[in-house]
């Protein structure tokens, strides 16, 4: 067996993308439910970017079987080989081309592949997983390097290709993927084939395929939500401000490219808030609120459509430069549709996520990912992620703004950041250098002598918290931090009550934002955690952010009453922003620790490969 080399410009990836680069793939694949796996073939167009030429194509892959690879135009076979297995990186495919390509020259190599049961892409849901407990659904998620495990590919930020498709699936099953749809045709035996184009070039992570019982309902120009048909009214209604989100983005920044902006509701088992795949956003079923209050995460996703999706970072150690400028985009789009104090207010209940991140990885003794720009030679970019690139990222551009003199400055700057970079991949060393070019003539290049102030060492490679303290609007915050101290100095009172109309009041954000400030105080005793339920009628809560904070603020007092409100909850979502907190949270309970593993270890299947993996890391099982 061989050991291949890691990417240069990738630490996560085996890609030689030095030597040759994948500029457009055609993956043409069916979807087997019963078999649980998906197979077909990929046609990688590959072209020679080395002065010296190449010979070979290294892709990446991971559990997933290769049976052939052949040369496109003539069936002629291609020999290759797996490389020896990393335990996080996968297996590398070492392809010999059938003659050394010249420096710009090109090749199709078609590729055979086949998904196992040890795929870390894709979730595939039995009927019952469901809401309409009828069919089962199937979807990917890749970022962070889960692509390789669904097709070989160079799975690496650092390339960036447009793809076609078709996807073969049962008639009765739509299928969608990070693409615009361009056709679909009866195929045999009750198959149908949808066929897909997506135009722009995108990294691996951004291809997403999907397939279920999927109805949709347009909702606006650009938007069709897409979802089972039980819930697609609900999903309309919640997602119908979406184009409002599109064009505060485009007047922020350029015109959106991308043709189509679709979400997908996912079934509860969706790892994440969002994930940004261009043309089909996937969103979790914990936003539906039913009332519009937590739809600022399709800003987040929305935002992606430049940061991330068009601007891309290199490689994994730089991936604040997708968080961290996303992050500062949708709060922009906040402050625009709902004012200013609206951006800072969600800074506060950002900047208290990212203390409980840096506190973590403190608490499991990796300080190091908490640095902006973490060092993941050989390790799992999977357990870097956490709130520390959006909101410590947030936190630099933050300050950066500021300093130059605000958002009249600084505004100009980002849109000319997003001009600069569009379709490349970039460092942070890319970032900084465009930032004091820019500056060199705008401004009068008074603003200079400000950048050369930052330290920029301690902002990129520091661990802990910011280096630089930003002070936030509080206006918005304080009617929840009067509350919060109330209930703190009542704590003697064997009978608590304060009225619900300050608490009925509150936004749905300020009530997340008066549970964080209970939950920076000392552990509440139970009888003032009881009468807080009482008055509030807190077991009735279904906004999913407010109902983890409460639950957490309980299992941080070991209140053994609310044992069976968190396994039921953790149980039926598999967001990793509510599971993972709480699952530690019982675990470190006197009571809790066999609880949290019986009742990991009882629904672990519910769960996505990536959020089960996380899981059991957390809980040592």
């Given at each position: ?302 935002a992606h459509s430049w940061m991330g999706n068009l601007v891309t970072p290199v490689s994994w150690e730089h991936f604040w430069l997708n968080e961290g400028f996303t992050v500062f985009i949708e709060r922009k789009i906040v402050s625009r549709l709902h004012g200013e ?204 952010e407010i109902k983890c904070r409460w639950q957490w603020l309980c299992l941080n007092a070991e209140y053994e009453p609310i044992f069976p409100a968190v396994t039921a909850f953790i149980t039926s979502v598999g967001r990793m922003k509510f599971v993972r907190p709480l ?39």
């Open positions: 067996m061989t050991t291949a080399p890691l990417c240069p410009t990738d630490p996560t990836s085996f890609a030689n993308s030095h030597e040759v680069v994948v500029r457009h793939s055609h993956i043409d694949m069916t979807v087997d439910f019963a078999g649980k796996l998906l197979r077909g073939t990929v046609d990688h167009t590959i072209r020679c970017v080395a002065a010296a030429g190449a010979d070979r194509l290294v892709l990446d892959s991971s559990f997933v079987k290769v049976p052939s690879a052949t040369v496109a135009a003539t069936g002629a076979a291609l020999k290759f080989e797996l490389a020896d297995r990393h335990d996080i990186y996968g297996s590398a495919v070492i392809i010999q081309l059938p003659a050394k390509l010249a420096h710009g020259e090109e090749l199709v190599v078609r590729i055979g592949f086949e998904t196992t049961d040890k795929c870390t892409a894709l979730q595939w849901l039995e009927p019952s997983q469901t809401v309409g407990k009828q069919f089962p659904y199937l979807f990917s998620q890749c970022q962070a390097i889960h692509a390789r495990s669904l097709l070989p590919c160079q799975d690496t930020p650092g390339v960036k290709h447009t793809y076609t498709a078709s996807v073969t699936s049962p008639s009765h099953l739509r299928a969608l993927m990070s693409a615009v749809p361009t056709g679909e045709t009866e195929a045999f035996n009750g198959l149908k084939t949808y066929k897909f184009e997506q135009k722009t070039a995108i990294p691996s992570y951004l291809i997403a395929v999907a397939a279920g019982n999927i109805v949709g309902k347009r909702v606006g120009p650009r938007t069709t939500v897409w979802s089972e048909p039980e819930v697609v009214e609900a999903a309309a209604w919640e997602f119908v401000d979406t184009e409002t989100f599109i064009k505060t983005g485009e007047e922020l920044l350029t015109p959106y490219t991308w043709g189509i902006y679709d979400l997908l509701l996912l079934p509860a088992s969706f790892p994440y808030g969002g994930m940004e795949n261009p043309c089909l956003t996937y969103v979790t079923p914990t936003l539906l609120a039913g009332d519009r209050s937590l739809v600022d995460v399709v800003a987040h996703e929305i104090p609206s951006r800072h207010f969600s800074s506060i209940i950002g900047f208290k996520a990212l203390k409980e991140s840096v506190d973590h990885f403190d608490e499991i003794k990796h300080p190091e990912y908490s640095c902006l720009c973490p060092r993941i030679h050989g390790n799992d970019p999977d357990d870097v992620f956490s709130s520390v690139p959006y909101e410590k990222g947030y936190n630099l551009l933050f300050y950066l703004e500021k300093l130059v003199g605000g958002p009249a400055v600084f505004e100009p700057y980002v849109k000319a950041h997003v001009e600069k970079f569009s379709h490349t991949s970039i460092t942070s060393a890319d970032f900084k250098n465009f930032l004091f070019e820019y500056f060199r003539t705008a401004e009068g290049g008074s603003k200079i002598p400000l950048l050369e102030s930052v330290d920029w060492e301690s902002w990129f490679f520091k661990a802990g918290m910011p280096i630089v303290d930003n002070h936030f609007d509080t206006s918005l915050a304080v009617a929840c931090e009067s509350l919060a101290n109330r209930w703190d100095a009542a704590r003697s009172d064997p009978n608590p009550d304060f009225g619900k109309d300050v608490f009925d009041g509150f936004n749905s954000n300020q009530k997340v934002m008066f549970f964080e400030k209970l939950l920076d105080k000392p552990v509440f005793a139970h009888h003032t955690l009881q009468a807080m339920d009482k008055t509030y009628h807190l077991a009735e809560i279904q906004n999913a699952y530690r949270a019982l675990a470190k309970c006197k009571n809790g620790r066999e609880l949290a593993v019986k009742t990991f270890t009882e629904h672990r299947s519910f769960y996505h490969p990536i959020c089960a993996g996380m899981v059991a890391k957390d809980l040592g099982v």
